[in-house]
């Protein structure tokens, strides 16, 4: 029998819509998950039960007395350890933060709440969201949901495994070099990259930079759609959600949710392993030409093709080290000793660079830019794999070599999802199968300009094409085994950098 917690997003809403299911009732079911599975993999941090118990009853209490209620109205969620949330611990991952509490929720968390949805805890991070391995100094590591030894990925890992192991219907996530499409791709669920400024961020640092977006996480399409439609909004603070005066343009719900229906028999698709430059490992390219296979006959075309991203890495590795530096600078300077790694080699390494090199990244990432806008002018949506290598070892900080070619640095290893960061296009984890050594994989799927609504359709029709074959469909994690394992907190390295 399904237990409440295993129910899609979208089937739980309409359940409670119609009275059959109540939100108490979901909301215990996905605390029984948590406290079952929750040792093994630690990817719910800092809980709030008697808050989260509060909420349901009052939606409760709204549809007894036949109250119009939201989208999201009685749906427990994850919410990432990088987004505030008030009265709920906010470490950022970080030692700085380790007591810190929130006297406000951030904007996305608020239309979170405002369309009806029930923070139930955060998900853990890496510090500072700094890496693809969700592990730090406050929490721990994160385990993978079909292995706990295993990378989880990141920065959204927490929120990837809860997801995966249903102890959430849906989750946050935040993305600068693949931080949602990674994990995603590691724990068999889907996670959005949406187009810059479409779900406002009043926190960046940056304004203006277009590197850094939130998103949403979640099991299937139609209910990441769901959770995009509450999210998506107006936010003069975020300069990037730029709009019309007096009009909105991207708050409407009903331009995500439900996912367009699209006839994949008139797209043009373009296929590439690794965008002719990244490493990728052999188990990745091989389990991605059978997803190509599997997809080509769906198509109106399918071409081996890339756009040109020479200069990706090192226009990418710059501006984000400003950034990081932007950001973090002050504290690896007066407290050094509560910084990780990644936080020390990403200011020192930001301090090396001139002006000049920040000038030829930004030239760079304009000149990859328009050359992706006249390469969707010849296909409708380009494929790639999500992620360079299979999951490992969540005690390897990052992995230092693929197929025995040495990375440039420790997110190197993240080029095929930074890559379309640079372009400012929209992109998506889809969850296709098994690869041959057990672990998910993801496929990415990128759409054009501004193409959300558009992007999201796509992905829901290969979900829908996908799913009537093992080889192909969303994997799912054998909880059995997982309420079975040793605790990750009883592991060697569980706490600490690295």
């Not at 994850?78 to 006297?103: A, C, M, N, Y």
């Not at 955060?122 to 949901?145: D, M």
């Not at 989750?171 to 931080?179: E, H, K, L, P, R």
């Not at 006959?297 to 984000?320: K, W, Y």
Request: aromatic content about 6%.
């Amino acid at each position: 029998m399904t237990e409440p917690c295993d129910l899609s997003a979208v089937e739980a809403r309409r359940l409670i819509g119609q009275k059959h299911l109540s939100p108490t009732e979901l909301l215990e079911s996905c605390l029984r998950r948590i406290e079952e599975v929750n040792p093994a993999v630690n990817a719910m941090v800092a809980m709030d039960e008697a808050s989260a118990r509060q909420e349901a009853k009052s939606v409760e209490a709204a549809i007894a007395r036949g109250d119009t209620i939201g989208p999201l109205a009685g749906l427990p969620l994850g919410i990432k350890d990088l987004e505030q949330t008030k009265g709920l611990r906010t470490t950022w991952g970080s030692p700085i933060f380790r007591d810190h509490v929130p006297d406000r929720d951030e904007g996305m968390v608020t239309n979170l709440r405002a369309a009806g949805g029930i923070v139930l805890g955060k998900t853990n991070v890496p510090e500072f969201g700094l890496g693809a391995n969700s592990r730090n100094a406050v929490y721990g590591a994160t385990g993978n949901a079909f292995d706990n030894t295993r990378n989880s990925a990141g920065s959204s890992g927490g929120s990837a495994v809860a997801l995966a192991t249903g102890m959430v219907p849906l989750a946050s996530g935040s993305d600068t070099g693949g931080s949602l499409r990674n994990p995603a791709a590691f724990n068999g669920i889907v996670g959005y990259r949406p187009s810059p400024g479409l779900v406002p961020s009043e926190r960046r640092i940056h304004g203006w930079s277009a590197l850094s977006v939130l998103g949403p996480m979640a099991r299937t399409v139609p209910d990441l759609s769901l959770m995009l439609a509450a999210m998506a909004s107006d936010d003069a603070a975020d300069p990037l959600a730029y709009t019309l005066h007096a009009r909105t343009v991207r708050g409407e719900a009903a331009l995500f949710h439900p996912p367009r229906r699209i006839d994949l028999a008139t797209l043009r698709f373009a296929a590439t392993e690794d965008f002719g430059q990244a490493l990728v490992e052999q188990v990745v390219r091989r389990k991605f030409r059978e997803a190509v296979s599997a997809i080509a006959p769906l198509a109106a075309g399918m071409e081996d093709a890339t756009p040109d991203l020479s200069g990706g890495d090192e226009a990418f590795e710059v501006l984000r080290a400003v950034g990081v530096l932007a950001s973090h600078g002050e504290k690896v300077r007066t407290r050094p000793e509560d910084c990780g790694p990644n936080m020390h080699a990403n200011v020192e390494e930001a301090l090396r660079y001139s002006v000049e090199d920040v000038a030829r990244a930004l030239t760079t990432q304009t000149r990859i830019y328009r050359g992706f806008q006249s390469f969707f002018e010849r296909h409708d949506i380009l494929i790639t794999p999500a992620i360079t290598t299979s999951p490992r070892s969540w005690r390897e900080l990052f992995p230092e070599t693929i197929d025995g070619a040495k990375v440039r640095t420790y997110f190197h290893w993240l080029a095929l999802a930074y890559y379309v960061t640079l372009t400012g296009h929209p992109a998506i984890s889809l969850p296709v199968g098994l690869d041959e050594k057990g672990m998910p994989f993801g496929l990415q799927i990128v759409g054009p300009r501004g193409g959300d609504a558009f992007l999201l359709g796509v992905a829901a029709a290969l979900e829908e094409a996908l799913s009537g074959s093992a080889a192909t469909a969303r994997p799912v994690p054998d909880l059995s085994k997982l309420r079975a394992a040793t605790p990750i907190a009883q592991m060697e390295g569980f706490l600490g950098f690295g």
